[in-house]
């Protein structure tokens, strides 16, 4: 029996881009699961995602800094309360202290997410080969032509 497909064009959900994209679907359940995301995460064209990302003739230049930096590990507040509530119960208990932090260190980008590596065309960089503290400066650049006459 051949397989069926159903596809979807969308349109970007910036007003007035007329870019689409399709999407296929094996079953019409993921077809539906598809189209409830979208609802809630509008497709966007490449050009209107991330639009501060865009480089252009009035946006030539992006510089971001990364640091490597000790996570905090995210449940440590919770760790801590079991850990002292079983420590009041039993204080010679075997269980271990919380960890306050990730095993290894990971890059800290300055809209607050952690990455253990990055990587973009033409270079990688893992965070644990590298010494807490070690800042990454990325810098793009178009050098726009001049077009005058
Ligand atoms: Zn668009």
């Not at 993921?30 to 609802?39: D, T």
């Not at 271990?96 to 800290?108: A, V």
Request: overall charge positive; hydrophobic content about 30%; charged content about 40%.
């Amino acid at each position: 029996m051949p397989r069926r497909e159903y596809t979807s064009t969308v349109r970007c959900a910036d007003a007035g881009c007329g870019e689409t994209t399709f999407y296929v679907y094996e079953t019409r359940r993921e077809e539906a699961e598809g189209f409830a995301s979208r609802k809630r995460y509008p497709w966007k064209c490449i050009r209107h995602r991330k639009p501060e990302e865009l480089l252009g003739v009035d946006n030539p230049r992006r510089e971001l800094t990364f640091v490597v930096a000790m996570r905090p590990w995210e449940y440590y507040e919770q760790d801590k309360a079991e850990y002292e509530r079983e420590l009041a119960r039993n204080r010679y208990t075997r269980r271990k202290p919380p960890r306050e932090f990730w095993d290894k260190p990971f890059w800290l980008g300055e809209d607050g997410r952690w990455q253990s590596s990055l990587w973009g065309e033409g270079f990688r960089a893992i965070a644990e080969d590298l010494p807490v503290g070690t800042k990454l400066r990325l810098v793009v650049e178009v050098e726009v032509a001049d077009v005058r006459p």
